[in-house]
């Protein structure tokens, strides 16, 4: 089997059959160095003929090169490539930002996807999540994943409209699954990951070598995101304690933090998710999100 590339940062494995079209992406955030290495695995394994496909189309991503090479976030500070995965990506002009082009770049290869799997880490500490939505088609990828919690969006709280890959995709009527493998500096589950690639590559009949036969048995925490904390012109301070890592439990009626002088009390019992480290923070932006359990 063959890899080609197919443009800067993207690789194409045809198999000699029908079949899905995959998608595999890291580096859509440039510092987050577990996808960018699965990424690069699968390409070497393609090009030693030890990832050989028996049907479909596996794309292998490296989302955003230009943050990749500056080990950052973004092509520069506070551009972020997964908020423009928007309606209008395809129209995008080519004097657009750098993420802009991109995006419009990758669309069309989100667009064919029947499956799309974007690797991601989090800023803070945090347990790996699977972050899409909650069906049953979406079920039938992630339950791959040895990764007992499930974050959905349904209301696109995290950009404010649908701009993520996996929401991208989703809406062109694939299956889009985003995974964070945890805090970033934390590149323990690269082997993992690739793995349970492998195992939804061959539950799709596109392997013949799967790793496992049947998917790992996990009772699955299901969340739902509820709000971000935007930060305004008034300074923010989490509460004594309080948004360190996602998944941190608070109460109905905590003290969550402070815009200004005004505490930002919790309306219900929820978890924090995506605590921003200060140098991400931008007024207008949020600097958390919250979520409930479903
Ligand atoms: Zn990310």
Redesign the pocket.
């Known amino acids: 089997m063959s890899i080609i590339s197919v443009t800067e940062g993207v690789w194409k494995c045809v198999g000699p059959k029908a079949g899905p079209t995959v998608c595999v992406i890291g580096g ?2 440039g ?2 160095q577990t ?1 960018i290495e699965v990424v690069k695995r699968f390409a070497d394994m393609a090009e030693r003929g030890d990832l050989t496909l028996t049907s479909g189309v596996l794309y292998l991503i490296l989302g955003n090169p230009r943050a990749i090479e500056r080990d950052a ?1 973004g092509s520069i500070d506070h551009q972020d490539l ?1 908020r423009r995965f928007t309606d209008d990506v395809l129209h995008v002009l080519s004097d657009g930002t750098y993420e802009d082009v991109r995006a419009k770049e990758l669309a069309p290869l989100l667009v064919e996807a029947d499956i799309s799997i ?6 803070k500490p945090s347990v790996p999540l699977l972050a899409c939505a909650i069906t049953p088609r979406h079920e039938q990828i992630y339950r791959w994943f040895t990764c007992d919690t499930i974050l959905a969006d349904p209301d696109y709280v995290l950009g404010g409209r649908s701009c993520t890959t996996d929401e991208f995709v989703d809406r062109a009527g694939g299956v889009g699954i ?1 995974y ?1 493998s945890g805090q ?1 500096s934390d590149q323990s589950r690269i082997d993992e990951t690739i793995i349970s690639i492998q195992n939804v590559l061959h539950d799709q009949q596109m392997l013949l070598d799967g790793v496992v036969s049947h998917p790992p048995f996990i009772h699955r925490q299901e969340f739902t995101l509820t709000q971000a904390i935007l930060l305004t012109e008034e300074e923010f301070r989490f509460a004594e304690g309080k948004g360190h890592f996602s998944f941190e439990p608070f109460a109905k009626g905590d003290v969550l933090g402070f815009e200004g002088n005004r505490p930002l009390i919790a309306l219900y019992d929820g978890v924090f998710v995506f605590p921003k480290v200060k140098e991400h923070w931008k007024v207008g932006s949020p600097v958390c999100y919250l979520a409930q359990r479903r």
């Open positions: 859509t955030h510092n987050e996808g976030r997964n974007d690797i991601h880490a989090t800023n985003c964070e970033a």
